[in-house]
C-alpha cells in the first residue's frame, strides 16, 4: 500500500489524482526523474 502522506516529494498531488491515465502517469514519472 502506497502511502501519500509518507512520499510527499514525489505524490505532489492528492489521492484524489492517483487513478490517473497511463499517459499522464508517464508524463509525470518523467518529470520526477
Do not use: F, M
Not at 501519500?4 to 518529470?31: H, I, R, V, Y
Amino acid at each position: 500500500i502506497l502511502d501519500p502522506t509518507a512520499e510527499p516529494s514525489k505524490d505532489s498531488k492528492p489521492p484524489e489524482k492517483e487513478p490517473e491515465p497511463p499517459s499522464t502517469l508517464e508524463g509525470k514519472d518523467k518529470t520526477d526523474n
